[in-house]
């Protein structure tokens, strides 16, 4: 089959690979579409925490061999460990991801763990169905963050998760301001309900998503909180926190990791799919994978989000 494969630092290539072969238990699943991921454009500069040669790809929906239409919850958990056992299984201690930890769906084919496969609603588009993934970590997001209804929102770049972030948070409050330098993302950002946009972000919020994670996002979701409120911080770009502890404790901010999404958050994202605005992405032929991988890994900003089409 043809495959998008990392094989090298910031390099993907299509190469002619063997049909995966499902183990038991799993299902193989003929691609339909699938996602690039800002974790997979920024995550290939270096080979350490996705190690080539990789089939990566963890947003994906397809058809199964006896014709049902699916997507899959790429993060694979034990079910077994301390925190599979309370319903963290998002912090599994023995988790593993679909196109990071074994082959993913930049392929004509892949193999999914059968209970890790969703049917997808009939009405539901293949395009529709692979934003379920990053649909999935806003969900998680919001979960975190708890916002009252109303509460003043922001949230910090308008890349996949920003936009994702954005639809949940206007699911608990109108008044949500979206903050990015691009101003393509942010026309996005107004016809899918921001309040506010702009490339800097004034004024006091409940609730701050970073959707970026440079040092400077840190930084600014956190002084724009109001006394008490909650920074969450999806973004992966740096690892620098940037802050002063000290304005965390006087200040009483809660600063909250949000990683991916429990089992039920990506239960309920496979509903929610269908309820908001998910048009924006735009798809490309796997045959185009590389050129677009590498034009988006060099910042072209106009597509918001790519899709491949094996
Ligand atoms: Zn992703
Ligand atoms: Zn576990």
Redesign the pocket.
């Known amino acids: 089959m043809r495959a998008l494969v990392f094989t090298k630092p910031s390099t993907v290539e299509l190469l002619h690979v063997a049909d995966p072969v499902p183990a038991p238990g799993e299902t193989l699943v003929r691609v339909c579409a699938v996602g690039i991921?800002g974790?997979e454009l920024h995550g290939i500069s270096s080979s350490d925490f996705r190690r080539p040669p990789l089939v990566m790809g963890?947003?994906f929906s397809g058809t199964t061999e006896d014709g049902r239409r699916v997507t899959a919850n790429p993060l694979l958990s034990c079910g077994t460990c301390d925190l599979c056992t309370i319903g963290q299984d998002h912090l599994c201690r023995n988790r593993s991801i679909i196109g990071i930890h074994r082959a993913g769906a930049f392929a004509e084919y892949v193999a999914v763990p059968s209970a890790a496969l969703h049917t997808l609603p009939d009405s539901m588009s293949f395009d529709t169905a692979a934003l379920i993934?990053?649909l999935a970590n806003a969900v998680h997001a919001l979960n975190l963050a708890a916002p009252p209804p109303g509460a003043r929102i922001a949230v910090l770049g308008a890349g996949t998760i920003g936009l994702m972030a954005l639809l949940v948070a206007r699911q608990y409050s109108t008044d949500v301001s979206v903050c990015d330098l691009a101003e393509d993302r942010l026309d996005v950002a107004v016809r899918l309900g921001a309040a506010n946009t702009g490339p800097d972000l004034e004024g006091e919020f409940d609730v701050v998503i970073d959707a970026v994670g440079a040092a400077a996002t840190h930084a600014l979701s956190v002084l724009r909180l109001r006394p008490g409120g909650s920074a969450v911080w999806i973004g992966l770009l740096s690892g620098d926190a940037a802050f002063d502890g000290q304005h965390i404790v006087r200040e009483e901010k809660r600063v909250i990791g949000s990683y991916c999404y429990t089992s039920a958050e990506f239960t309920h994202a496979v509903k929610l799919a269908r309820d908001v605005p998910l048009d924006w992405a735009t798809p490309f032929p796997l045959d185009d994978g590389v050129s677009i991988f590498t034009e988006l890994m060099h910042g072209r900003h106009d597509v918001v989000k790519a899709l491949l089409h094996p």
Do not use: Y
């Open positions: 991921c974790s963890h947003e993934e990053p």
